[in-house]
């Protein structure tokens, strides 16, 4: 076992786009465990668009990150040394929350591997990703057999996911995504009805024709334009629910608020944000839905691989450039194989 941590430290909060400097990569001693504590080598960090909110300091849902202090971000392990009495070492645990390599703490969730399924799909289709689609849909959006609808970053962790539990409760499902790339997957792979690449520059013709029938359920995750062409297409009794709006993160100063906010009025329609954090004492009832929807091939799903904690900030950087396709992470260790 090597005897280095190695974490990132945020320097100064970004302007903008993260860039150099903002964060520094620091060698630490491994950590040890007090009584009560587990020690954990972290094999995944599941970075997520929040990561650039925690970086900030508006008021926001967590406390910010303080400037010197190691980043946060959500991270899957095994335990390498347990001093609790719930878990013994090789256990498979989520709750290290920082980027690092070994993190100790006493409020671990047990991953509750199995299902026939690789460690990455925990970290993804059946870990916070996964669960944002379900209960996002399924508890904040409620769409019904036969109406149409509108997924944002459709080739994305949560948009991927959301879309093809739509298509299961027997919606219409248009995706709008970045690139024919991702739209071809989200209609080829994925199984949307269509999908709107909005970087063609038609924005709003092309989801119009896509929706012959107009929108009647949004699970957006974009915000700024897209959400603007989503909203002005909306039918009457139509929910939105509002998941993320990663267009904005970067903003310096106000977040964009929409153009067409007078349809919530003209077309009678529910607005809802939601946090996955509210849901996660129902995590297992999401994952008995889940688990044999991945299992029987029902929903698909990618996972986008990063090498190396020192990668950490280039992976982040994917979220915002569109690289990532599917569920973003960063590989700290080799996945063990579980049956
Ligand atoms: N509410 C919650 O509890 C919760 C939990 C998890 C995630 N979220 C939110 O869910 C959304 C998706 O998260 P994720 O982790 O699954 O990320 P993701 O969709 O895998 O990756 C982000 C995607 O957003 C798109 N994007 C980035 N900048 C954009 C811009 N300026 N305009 C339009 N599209 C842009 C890119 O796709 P394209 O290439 O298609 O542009 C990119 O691939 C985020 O808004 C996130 O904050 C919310």
Redesign the pocket.
């Known amino acids: 076992m090597s005897t280095n941590n190695r974490r990132w430290i945020l320097k100064q909060r970004p302007v903008g786009d993260i860039r150099d400097g903002d964060l520094q990569l620091v060698d630490a001693p491994i950590p040890k465990p007090a009584e009560g504590q587990i020690l954990v080598r972290n094999i995944y960090l599941m970075?997520?668009?929040?990561n650039r909110?925690w970086m900030s300091d508006i008021d926001q849902y967590m406390a910010p990150v303080q400037l010197g202090d190691v980043m946060r971000g959500v991270t899957m392990g095994a335990v390498v040394e347990s001093r609790h009495p719930a878990f013994r070492p090789g256990d498979v645990v989520e709750g290290g929350m920082a980027w690092e390599e070994y993190s100790v703490t006493d409020r671990a969730r047990p991953v509750p591997v199995g299902h026939g399924l690789p460690l990455r799909a925990f970290a993804s289709v059946l870990g916070?990703?996964g669960m944002?689609a379900y209960f996002?849909l399924t508890e904040i959006a409620r769409p019904k057999a036969g109406e149409t609808l509108v997924v944002?970053?459709?080739?994305?962790?949560?948009?991927?996911i959301a879309a093809q539990i739509g298509k299961i409760l027997g919606c219409r499902v248009v995706g709008?995504?970045?690139?024919e790339r991702?739209c071809r997957l989200a209609v080829e792979e994925f199984g949307l009805d269509a999908c709107v690449d909005?970087?063609r520059g038609h924005l709003l013709e092309d989801l119009r024709a896509a929706c012959p029938d107009g929108i009647d359920v949004v699970f957006e995750?974009?915000?700024?334009?897209?959400m603007d062409a989503e909203m002005t297409l909306l039918n009457i009794g139509a929910r939105i629910a509002?998941?993320?709006?990663?267009?904005?993160?970067?903003a310096n100063g106000d977040w964009w608020a929409p153009k067409m906010f007078r349809n919530v009025i003209m077309k009678r329609a529910r607005i809802e944000?939601?946090?996955?954090?509210d849901f996660v004492p129902r995590f297992a009832e999401g994952l008995a839905v889940m688990a044999p929807w991945v299992r029987d091939g029902l929903i698909k799903y990618h996972v986008?691989v990063v090498d190396g904690i020192e990668n950490a900030p280039v992976a982040l950087g994917?979220?915002?450039?569109?690289?990532?396709?599917?569920?973003?992470v960063v590989r700290l260790a080799r996945e063990p194989a579980f049956g």
């Open positions: 970075v997520a668009p929040t909110v916070n990703s944002t996002g944002s970053a459709a080739a994305g962790g949560v948009g991927s709008i995504a970045g690139g991702k909005y970087k995750n974009v915000g700024g334009e897209v509002v998941c993320g709006l990663i267009s904005t993160y970067n944000g939601f946090l996955i954090s986008d994917r979220l915002f450039s569109g690289a990532n396709v599917g569920k973003q």
